[in-house]
């Protein structure tokens, strides 16, 4: 359960977000352990998502809408994850990286208004991402880095070196050096905590604190005590105080001095604890609430919250000697939220007349070193330097008030940067009309081309519907002529003949004439001389005269070559003629006119040429082996006689 409420003089403190603050923020989005923001009376610090591992500096007393081409420190590979402010030089940056390094950045006199990439110091040493980086509270020059390495250093700042290291044995979560300066602390994802003595090089208390795996996280209260926050084994979030006086001889914590339930969400929430007023304030990422509690008399008591109205993605509380003394304000945070806004948060005490009270404000730390590095090396502790804070502003007036007057200031350079502003705009403005006069020709111009492509389509569709409808009464007549071939292969030969006859016409009869011609005369010659040879052969036999068989020869030899040849050409002539002409003029005339135009292959002339000439050649030879042997056998008697 909650501690137990008591009476307090800042009992009735109340929360409330101004409605000053710094917009258009852009921090790197990466999920990591470390804290994406620092403050102090001067600037503010960021992680920036504009170049990796860069940080944007801006200006505490100016909150405005942050230019996308703001200044920023430009020198880590790799995203940034946790910074700080030297305590003792508010110009004075640390910076934790992705790249396993640390770099010290001078942020120059009076703000950042260019690009840096120059660093002081950078600290090598780390072999994997650097989470958390913090100065010492009393001893100047003396920081401490805690890594994913599994590994914590303790730095000489102005030379670079590492003065002390030890094995932390997991993922740290979070760093704090106690109020003193003599030990600090890092806790871990195994749900441990580590005490460490860097001067002693060796660990004074290495226990564990929670139950559940969820990131614990830690804080100093005194130079002996110091309190967590994290989760027990049914997820509660729970605040406990611890006491390293309270070890076992194996380093062992006795247990917790006190334990409270904080809430049951299961969101991270971050310690803060501020020395002089004695309040604790636990918040985190996707918190919408900042609890508040006193300490007193070694007790944690529960007091007011703070409720936000959007969730924060990470918060950072400042130095107490900038606060508003004279408006009772105990304490002031800043807040990143989902809406990239960095607000500012103001924790003051309900007074009817709010006026300066000494017994509000004890002395608060100046911001001054205790001790030198070597003073602290040697072993030597001490308190930090406190003052009271009515004595640390200039001329006695409250940090916050010469902050608004600053923002006055601001406002009216920016009223000054505003008109500059306009008269840019209106120019932009103009040749955005001109650029918009064009724009509208050329859309004309565009919608016509649009008008003449789609008449040019609908040409192209109608072309195509035509040639479509072309090509399919091709198909049908290419089938129609198909099934007339397959016809007319199954008709007779005779039919075929006279087909061929009447597509061959004129070339047929020609060529048929000149090889009938030839071929007849040839056959002829040869059937003549045969059968003469062989009848005068015989006629001779009979015949015993030498000189009657010579006569016979040489006589009918040379009167049947003329005869036949004269016959048969003749003949030949007058048949061929007669008979093509008449089949090829009635024939051609009255059945193929159409076929013969329709069928122009060449296959079929060259099958009728040859049937045609084939028939020509049997009737020539018939012809011609009938009209010799007549004229030979009326030649006989004569030949006898003779």
Same mark, same amino acid.
Request: net charge negative; aromatic share 6%.
């Given at each position: ?515 009938? #011609?030839?071929?007849?005369? !040839?056959? &002829?010659?040869? /059937? =003549?001389?045969? $059968?003469?040879?062989?009848?005068? +052969? %015989? *006629? @001779? ?15 009918? #030899?040379?009167?049947?070559? !003329?005869? &036949?040849?004269? /016959? =048969?050409?003749? $003949?030949?002539?007058?048949?061929? +003629? %007669? *008979? @093509? ?15 013969? #135009?329709?069928?122009?292959? !060449?296959?079929?002339?060259? /099958? =009728?040429?040859? $049937?045609?000439?084939?028939?020509? +050649? %049997? *009737? ?23």
């Amino acid at each position: 359960m909650k501690g137990g409420k008591r009476t307090s003089k800042y009992k009735n403190i109340i929360g409330e977000e101004k409605s000053y603050k710094f917009t258009n923020i852009n921090l790197v989005s990466e999920v990591t352990e470390g804290n994406f923001i620092a403050c102090n009376g001067s600037f503010i610090a960021a992680s920036w998502n504009s170049t990796p591992g860069s940080v944007a500096v801006l200006d505490t007393p100016f909150p405005t809408n942050v230019k996308i081409n703001t200044p920023i420190l430009k020198g880590h590979k790799r995203s940034v994850f946790d910074m700080a402010f030297s305590p003792f030089k508010e110009n004075i940056l640390a910076t934790a990286s992705d790249d396993a390094t640390c770099k010290l950045w001078e942020i120059p006199t009076g703000g950042l208004r260019q690009n840096l990439n120059q660093d002081l110091i950078t600290y090598k040493g780390h072999t994997r991402r650097v989470s958390f980086v913090k100065f010492n509270p009393v001893a100047e020059n003396v920081m401490a880095t805690a890594s994913t390495d599994y590994t914590l250093h303790v730095w000489n700042s102005t030379k670079g070196e590492t003065y002390a290291k030890v094995d932390i044995g997991d993922i740290p979560t979070s760093l704090d050096w106690n109020t003193v300066g003599s030990l600090v602390g890092v806790t871990t994802k195994k749900k441990m905590v580590n005490i460490f003595d860097p001067r002693a090089n060796k660990s004074v208390l290495v226990s564990q604190i929670y139950e559940s795996p969820r990131s614990p996280k830690f804080t100093w209260i005194d130079d002996n005590s110091f309190v967590t926050t994290g989760f027990s084994k049914n997820n509660v979030k729970e605040l406990k105080l611890w006491d390293i006086r309270k070890v076992t001889p194996e380093l062992k914590s006795e247990g917790p001095v006190q334990k409270l339930v904080i809430d049951n969400l299961l969101t991270v929430v971050t310690p803060f604890y501020d020395h002089e007023s004695k309040l604790l304030f636990t918040s985190g990422k996707g918190e919408l609430s900042i609890h508040i509690y006193d300490f007193n008399d070694s007790i944690i008591h529960a007091n007011n919250d703070f409720k936000s109205k959007t969730p924060a993605l990470s918060v950072h509380m400042f130095e107490r000697k900038i606060l508003d003394y004279n408006k009772c304000e105990i304490d002031r945070f800043i807040q990143y939220n989902n809406k990239k806004e960095i607000s500012f948060i103001s924790f003051c005490l309900s007074r009817k007349n709010p006026e300066y009270e000494p017994a509000l404000y004890p002395p608060v730390f100046s911001g001054e070193p205790a001790l030198t590095y070597d003073q602290w090396v040697a072993g030597e502790n001490k308190e930090p330097v406190k003052k009271e804070i009515h004595l640390l502003g200039n001329n006695n007036a409250s940090q916050t008030d010469k902050g608004e007057a600053k923002i006055t200031e601001g406002s009216k350079k920016e009223e000054a940067v505003d008109n500059d502003l306009e008269q840019k705009i209106k120019m932009i403005e103009e040749k955005v009309n001109k650029k918009q006069a064009i724009y509208d020709q050329l859309l004309k111009q565009k919608e016509e081309l649009d008008k003449r492509l789609k008449a040019v389509k609908q040409k192209k569709e109608e072309v195509n519907d035509k040639l479509h409808d072309a090509l399919r009464d091709k198909a049908l007549r290419d089938k129609e002529k198909e099934k007339n071939q397959s016809e007319k292969k199954e008709e007779p030969k005779e039919e075929v003949k006279e087909e061929t006859k009447e597509e061959t016409k004129e070339e047929v009869k020609e060529e048929s004439k000149a090889e009938v #011609k030839e071929e007849s005369k !040839e056959e &002829v010659k040869e /059937e =003549s001389k045969e $059968e003469v040879k062989e009848e005068t +052969k %015989e *006629e @001779v036999k009979e015949e015993p005269k030498e000189e009657v068989k010579e006569d016979a020869k040489e006589e009918t #030899k040379e009167e049947t070559k !003329e005869e &036949v040849k004269e /016959e =048969s050409k003749a $003949e030949v002539k007058e048949e061929s +003629k %007669e *008979e @093509v002409k008449e089949e090829s003029k009635e024939e051609v005339k009255e059945e193929t006119k159409e076929e013969v #135009k329709e069928e122009p292959k !060449e296959e079929p002339k060259e /099958e =009728s040429k040859e $049937e045609t000439k084939e028939e020509i +050649k %049997e *009737e020539s030879k018939e012809e011609a082996k009938e009209d010799p042997k007549d004229e030979i056998k009326e030649e006989k008697p004569e030949i006898n006689e003779g």
